[in-house]
């Protein structure tokens, strides 16, 4: 199982960084961040693969960026240029999406 940190209130504009903390060997594999905002469906917002490839939500895609710190037992999400619609709990499951946890809140406004 994860555990999701580094949400908070952020204006539009800022940057925020999550973190996904977890057992060596489930960090090592494939980590997928998920979000849902209230009254919406869930979506996958980035996912790295075993090997280091990335994937991007077209949204997200050269303001968000998602990286592997293996030291760390952590996977990351850094998120620049945020807007208002990227507000929604954050997730973070392996490739099987069986566990989830508490997530982290994200809302950007003024």
């Known amino acids: 199982q994860f555990v999701e940190s580094g949400g908070g209130l952020v204006q539009p504009g800022g940057s925020l960084r999550l973190s996904c903390a977890g057992s060596r060997s489930d960090i090592s594999n494939v980590v997928i961040w998920h979000r849902q905002a209230p009254g919406k469906k869930r979506e996958i917002v980035a996912h790295?693969?075993?090997?280091?490839?990335?994937y991007y939500l077209d949204a997200v895609r050269g303001r968000f960026t998602i990286s592997r710190d293996i030291a760390k037992n952590t996977v990351y999400l850094q998120m620049n240029n945020l807007k208002a619609e990227d507000t929604a709990t954050y997730y973070c499951t392996d490739a099987h999406q069986r566990v989830w946890g508490q997530g982290t809140q994200v809302t950007v406004s003024s």
């Open positions: 790295i693969q075993t090997g280091g490839s990335t």
